[in-house]
C-alpha cells in the first residue's frame, strides 16, 4: 500500500505491506482524509511534533470496513465509518494522557489503516466519504463548544477556518444569533451565506470586541468559540460583556497579542473552558444530531492521493475557505 511519511518537512510517499487486523482491530481502506492546524504545526516541527519522529501524518479520516480481527463486534465487512479523533477516549472525562494521530502514532494519509474498533464511528450514508472526513477534529470541536447553548443565544465566532465555519453552521441550527469576525468582505459575503446575522472585520475594526457589544446592544456574546488565543482573547473578553458568558478556549492560530489584565478577566465574569475536540460519544452525538438536522460541511477543495503535498500547499496558504481533503481513487 501507498503511505506519506514526513522528511525533513516533507511529505515523501513509500510502499508499506498492508497490515492485518489483529484481535479486536478493523482493517480500513481510507476513501479521504481531511487537514487541521495540527496537521501543520507537526509537519512543520512545532511543538504538537514531540516524539513524532518519521509517523504518518493527518488525524482526520473517513473509510470503508475491508477485514475484521478476531473478537471484533462493533463493525463488519463493508461499513462505511469516521475515526475518533482521540482514539482512546469513549466518553467522559477526558483521559489523564491521549496518545494522538500524526505525534504519537500513525495518522491516516495511508490507502490502508487497521485500528481498534472502539476507535471507529459509523459514517451515515447521507455523508459522502470527503464530508465524513471533515468531521473528527473540526466538526466535533464545533460541536463540543457550544454544548448548552440554546436558541436565541449569541454565539461569536472568530475567522474562517474549519472549527469556525462548523460553529456558524451548527449554532445557526441550534437556533442561536451569530456573530462572526473575518478580514475581507469576500470572506463575510461566504459567512452570511452559512447563516451568520453580523459579520465584523476585524482589520477594519481593531477593537471588535466592542463591535460585538454594539451589535447585541451592550450585552455581548453568551458563547465564544475562541479560536484565536493570544492574538484575539482580549477582544474575547470585551465581547463577552459582564453576563458571565462562556469562553470555549479552542486554539491558538494568533500566537502573539496583548496580556491579558486580571481586573479584566474578573469583570466580564466570564468563565473559560478548555476544549480538546471531543470523545467517541461527543463523535457520535454530533452525528446522530446531523442526521435530524443535516448540515453540510464546507470544503474549499479536493486533492488526489497523489497531490497530498499540494494539499498541504492550499491549507498553509490560508487562502481556503473550508476544508482541504485528499481522496482516494
Not at 58 to 83: H, K, L, M, P, Q
Not at 95 to 122: I, K, M, S
Not at 256 to 275: E, N, Q, W, Y
Amino acid at each position: 500500500m501507498r503511505v506519506y511519511r514526513p522528511r525533513s518537512g516533507r511529505l515523501v510517499q513509500h510502499e508499506e505491506p498492508t497490515p492485518g487486523p489483529r484481535r479486536g482491530e478493523v482493517l480500513v481502506r481510507v476513501r479521504a482524509v481531511s487537514l487541521n492546524y495540527r496537521d501543520l504545526l507537526i509537519l512543520n516541527g512545532d511543538h504538537f511534533a514531540a516524539g513524532a519522529g518519521a509517523l504518518i501524518p493527518v488525524s482526520d479520516a473517513a473509510g470503508e470496513v475491508v477485514a475484521v480481527g478476531e473478537g471484533v463486534t462493533r463493525f463488519a465487512g463493508g461499513e462505511r465509518v469516521i475515526n475518533a479523533f482521540h482514539p482512546d477516549w469513549i466518553a467522559g472525562r477526558m483521559p489523564d494522557t491521549t496518545v494522538g494521530y500524526g505525534n504519537g502514532r500513525d495518522g491516516w494519509l495511508a490507502e490502508y489503516r487497521a485500528v481498534p474498533e472502539h476507535a471507529l464511528v459509523a459514517l451515515p450514508d447521507s455523508l459522502t466519504f470527503e464530508q465524513g472526513a471533515t468531521l473528527p477534529c473540526a466538526a466535533v470541536t464545533a460541536w463540543t463548544s457550544l454544548d448548552g447553548v440554546r436558541p436565541g443565544d449569541v454565539v461569536l465566532t472568530l475567522g474562517t477556518g474549519g472549527v469556525s465555519l462548523f460553529a456558524v453552521q451548527l449554532a445557526k441550527a441550534r437556533g442561536a444569533r451569530v456573530v462572526a469576525t473575518t478580514s475581507s468582505a469576500a470572506k463575510a459575503a461566504k459567512l452570511t451565506g452559512l447563516g451568520a446575522d453580523t459579520v465584523i472585520d476585524y482589520v477594519a475594526t481593531p477593537e471588535w470586541g466592542k463591535a460585538v457589544l454594539d451589535a447585541t446592544g451592550g450585552r455581548g456574546a453568551d458563547r465564544i468559540v475562541e479560536v484565536g488565543g493570544p492574538g484575539t482573547f482580549a477582544q474575547s473578553l470585551v465581547a463577552a460583556g459582564t453576563h458571565h458568558a462562556e469562553i470555549a478556549l479552542v486554539g491558538f492560530v494568533g500566537r502573539s497579542g496583548p496580556p491579558v489584565d486580571f481586573m479584566d478577566l474578573f469583570r466580564s465574569g466570564a468563565t473559560v473552558r478548555k476544549i480538546w475536540v471531543g470523545s467517541r460519544e461527543d463523535t457520535e452525538d454530533l452525528l446522530r444530531w446531523l442526521d435530524v438536522w443535516p448540515v453540510e460541511p464546507v470544503i474549499d477543495s479536493v486533492h488526489s492521493f497523489e497531490d497530498a503535498g499540494a494539499a498541504f500547499l492550499r491549507f498553509e496558504s490560508r487562502e481556503n475557505f473550508g476544508k482541504v481533503v485528499i481522496a482516494a481513487a
